[in-house]
């Protein structure tokens, strides 16, 4: 604190004050964020040494087990076969959410659209709908019995695809989440079209620019900002996809308990009860996060900083 | 993201934005206003898209357990009052406890989650202190932390605490809220000026005072903001709950419904009461979300990156 820039500055006394504001979120970031990642490498690091058949209450106990966990946890096929699933889904669904964002927002920003508000509303209802309730109703209409679809297929004499089994898992899947995030994402990138200066489209109009030229040449870059932050919101939440695989589940017997990796580490904690093996899992995927996170930033930084 | 540090001090919040391309006013009446057809009729079609499940739950709902998978999808079915009699029966009425819960995780959850948000994200943005983007960056970095990675550990600790399965052990980890603190702090920026801070000190005012009484009046819209999306976060959260709790009287509404499912995989004559107790789980957050949607300030995520 030697000489603080004079200007924009709030707080000139003693530096105790924001610390005071700071607290509580100090308090509840050590307890609930910090504490457990701590204990989830600590735990990582251990395993239970079973003593001759394992039985009387000493006969399991704690031990050091340097990077073993963490060896199987890495060489273990369905880790790798759910970060697998988890990446096609991705690819799946998060271009085709973005997309769809992207395109229902520019629609939105045409001028003499009917219906606008409308339109803006329905979409982004499904936001307030929860993961699990969105999974079930769609479980439901994935069902031949029940859809809609299907009804209309099999009246027309066709027959619908089967959503709930081998590859049609992931359209399944990746549809569930593109209606639940779609409209989200296009109220972000809509505000931010709304931001933009309204005479850059004047003067576009005035050169003869048609709306889909102005859409292409003007709104898209400059709303470029959006699409990635939209971009790494989404990429986070696909990695973290839990309770929509876990709602289909019950609906099909071609969904697995270690679907996901997530899904993985909760089989192997609470219905294995190998908690150390679990917390190297998870560790694993916070790493494997973090480093895909810190890795998109610096390339988003790289890019803007080189490119303009 | 610490690019978001230097905030460009003349950015618009809510742009008042006129109707882009709207022909200026013409008081013989409009000139000729002609319907971008193409668009509106797309526009429907998502619409419509975002329809077809929650029309479905709808007339699902009003169906028997014969007529639930013999009679056409949108058809409506004569079994809504008997459904909803054997939901609120079911095992003493834990489904309306199911709902009490999160509205009781949700709505105390988000209150002190804004509460928490509001002084961290003020204090972000408007002293500065040695550590103040390391605090910043540390606090973002728990977003990207996967879920579950916090919640087995949370969950062996709370036990350790003999507060697993605890109301208290779902409440307290949703209070700190890294989103809810960026939020905070970008609208802290833009809505609580530095002269009228600056004013306040001169006048007299500590610290605390001047937060309560001058900035945090200021910070309101941004806070309902928070407290919105907090509270939706909480009642859709699944993950956590499912893994602290275990008494089936405890849980939020999203477990419950899972655990209804689970059951229906078995017999499936719970699936009506699975499909009518989804219905009447998205009403309130509908309710709530149609009813405050002029408090939903997305500009502010948006805004967020245009420094």
Not at chain 1, 285 to 301: D, R, W, Y
Not at chain 2, 173 to 197: K, T
Not at chain 2, 284 to 303: H, K
Request: with cysteine.
């Amino acid at each position: 604190m030697a000489s603080p820039p004079p200007v924009r500055r709030a707080a000139r006394r003693g530096p105790i004050a924001p610390f005071g504001f700071l607290g509580p979120a100090a308090v509840l970031f050590t307890l609930f964020f910090a504490l457990p990642i701590c204990y989830a490498v600590y735990l990582s690091l251990r395993s239970v040494k079973v003593k001759g058949l394992g039985l009387g209450s000493h006969a399991r106990t704690e031990v050091w087990a340097g990077l073993s966990n963490y060896t199987s946890a890495l060489s273990d096929p369905e880790l790798l076969s759910g970060s697998g699933r988890v990446l096609l889904y991705g690819a799946l669904l998060v271009p085709t959410m973005l997309g769809a964002a992207l395109f229902f927002a520019l629609l939105l920003d045409v001028p003499r659209v009917r219906f606008r508000s409308f339109s803006r509303l329905v979409i982004f209802l499904p936001y307030a709908v929860p993961g699990i309730v969105a999974s079930t109703l769609w479980g439901f209409l994935y069902l031949p019995t029940v859809s809609p679809g299907y009804f209309l297929l099999t009246q027309a004499g066709m027959s619908g695809p089967d959503l709930l089994h081998g590859n049609g898992l992931y359209l399944a899947m990746a549809n569930i989440a593109v209606w639940g995030g779609t409209g989200f994402n296009m109220i972000v990138i809509y505000t931010s079209l709304r931001a933009l200066p309204a005479e850059v489209y004047e003067a576009a109009r005035l050169d003869g620019c048609s709306e889909l030229q102005i859409a292409l040449r003007i709104k898209i870059p400059m709303v470029a900002p959006s699409l990635v932050l939209t971009f790494f919101f989404s990429m986070i939440a696909t990695l973290q996809v839990f309770a929509e695989p876990m709602t289909i589940k019950p609906l099909t017997n071609s969904m697995s308990s270690t679907w996901s990796p997530l899904m993985k580490v909760y089989r192997d904690a609470f219905i294995q009860g190998n908690i150390y093996s679990a917390a190297a899992t998870s560790v694993v995927i916070a790493a494997a996060t973090l480093l895909l996170s810190f890795g998109f930033l610096k390339l988003v930084n790289k890019r803007a900083n080189g490119g303009s | 993201m610490s690019s978001t540090t230097t905030a460009a001090p003349g950015r618009t919040l809510r742009p008042s934005a006129p109707a882009p391309g709207g022909t200026p006013g013409n008081p013989m009446g409009p000139p000729r206003r002609r319907t971008a057809w193409t668009p509106t009729l797309l526009l429907l079609l998502g619409a419509v898209y975002c329809l077809v499940p929650l029309v479905w739950v709808l007339t699902a709902a009003t169906k028997s357990r014969e007529e639930l998978f013999s009679t056409f999808t949108y058809a409506p079915g004569s079994g809504f009052w008997n459904n909803l009699a054997e939901l609120s029966s079911y095992r003493g009425g834990v489904y309306w406890q199911w709902m009490a819960n999160s509205a009781l995780y949700a709505g105390v959850g988000a209150l002190l989650s804004a509460a928490v948000s509001g002084v961290t994200g003020y204090a972000l943005a408007k002293y500065r202190f040695r550590g103040r983007s390391a605090v910043f960056n540390v606090l973002l970095a728990g977003v990207l932390m996967p879920p579950i990675t916090l919640a087995v550990p949370q969950y062996l600790l709370m036990s350790k605490a003999g507060l697993a399965d605890s109301y208290l052990s779902v409440l307290l980890p949703s209070i700190l809220s890294p989103y809810g603190i960026y939020l905070s702090r970008i609208y802290a920026e833009a809505a609580v000026p530095d002269e009228v801070v600056e004013a306040a000190r001169v006048d007299g005012a500590k610290d605390w005072r001047l937060f309560r009484s001058v900035a945090l009046p200021m910070m309101v819209p941004g806070l309902v903001t928070v407290f919105l999306f907090q509270f939706v976060a909480i009642w859709n959260n699944f993950l956590l709950p499912y893994i602290m709790l275990g008494d089936d009287h405890k849980f939020p509404v999203t477990v419950g419904l899972y655990s209804l499912l689970q059951q229906g995989s078995n017999e499936p004559a719970m699936y009506t009461l699975v499909i009518t107790g989804a219905l009447l789980s998205v009403l309130p957050l509908i309710a709530l979300f149609l009813g405050l949607q002029r408090y939903w300030r997305v500009d502010l995520l948006s805004g967020a990156v245009k420094s």
